[in-house]
């Protein structure tokens, strides 16, 4: 069974986050498995420094993994939450369900039954396509008490699915094989670093060829019928019972702020959009990376001291 632990990819990557943004480990996670809609599912469990506060689940985008969020993890486990980092079907080391299709709607139903099973405080905070996959699981689940986006993506929009291509003619030949052909379009698969674009993750040299290059990121094969699932998936509007928090990178090259704009203006329900003053897709400069975690700070301490996890709306762009 493969694990992170004994693989190049998660040594690559530590190194990577030491050597160019400085940031470093004291513990790491322990490497569970759970069975949940007939996968079998590789989750990160981060413990709690001191009393658990709540459980927060990390849910990566269509270019990552469980892994790829340990900087995130590792800091939220600082204030007191256990973390859980799962690999989404089709990802990480995961392994999906026999006969799995590659279909998206796999990917909240997980995390929403994922955190079903919580006791307590449960926050959703999504990455990339993991924002909108963790609005649909808190739309789904009646236990979730916060959602944390980097980004709010409604790939459905077409203009929105171009976008985030690697480049505008593939979104608009992609687009067009979903419509004329399907059944011939779902059955081509790619490495990730044709589909999108892996380089934009960063402004990291290093870390932009480790997204491009590494077997479980830029070099995953995925089948067209997921990014056709996924655009299947259009986001309405959007009723949340729970508190909204988008803290949007500011120099956010793959998707600008412009773009998470029309899904989030659709979210019905206490929401915030914090800008940051620059990060990349991946938010790990400073000050950017400091402002996200100032920001998830003063999320999670409203979520622990307010009994319905509820806290006084503000809508307005910082």
């Known amino acids: 069974m493969n694990t992170y632990e004994s693989s190049k990819s998660w040594s690559q990557y530590r190194d ?3 050597e160019r943004f400085y940031i470093n480990f004291e513990g790491q996670p322990v490497e569970t498995w759970r069975s ?4 079998h599912i590789h989750i990160d469990e981060w413990q709690p420094e001191g009393p658990t506060k709540g459980t927060l689940i990390l849910v990566h985008g269509a270019g990552g993994n469980g892994r790829v969020l340990a900087p995130f993890a590792a800091f939220a486990a600082k204030l007191g939450w256990r973390i859980l980092a ?3 079907p089709g990802y990480g080391v995961t392994q999906p369900a026999k006969g799995f299709r590659w279909e998206y709607e796999e990917w909240p139903a997980v995390v929403a039954d994922l955190a079903d099973e919580c006791t307590g405080h449960v926050v959703l905070m999504g990455l990339s396509l993991g924002g909108m996959t963790a609005v649909f699981a808190a739309e789904a689940s009646r236990n979730v008490s916060g959602v944390i986006a980097t980004t709010l993506l409604d790939m459905g929009d077409p203009s929105i699915f171009i976008r985030a291509a690697r480049w505008r003619w593939l979104g608009l030949a992609t687009l067009l094989g979903f ?3 399907p059944w011939i379009v779902d059955r081509v698969a790619m490495p990730l670093w044709l589909i999108a674009p892996m380089n934009r993750m960063t402004d990291d040299p290093a870390m932009r060829d480790y997204f491009s290059s590494d077997p479980m990121l830029g070099r995953l094969r995925v089948p067209s019928r997921f990014f056709r699932k996924i655009h299947a998936r259009k986001a309405s509007t959007i009723h949340l019972h729970c508190p909204l928090l988008l803290v949007h990178p500011g120099a ?5 702020t412009a773009l998470s ?3 989030f203006g659709r979210v019905r329900g206490d929401k915030r959009l914090r800008e940051l003053t620059n990060g990349s897709h991946l938010p790990l400069e400073q000050p950017a990376l400091q402002e996200l975690q100032d920001e998830v700070r003063s999320f999670l301490t409203s979520v622990t001291n307010t009994s319905d996890g509820s806290v006084s709306s503000n809508v307005a762009a910082e």
């Open 36 to 39: 949940i809609r007939g996968h």
């Open 252 to 256: 956010d090259a793959w998707t600008p």
């Open 16 to 18: 990577i986050l030491a």
């Open 86 to 88: 799962p690999d989404l």
């Open 261 to 263: 704009n029309p899904a």
């Open 179 to 181: 419509r004329l052909m």
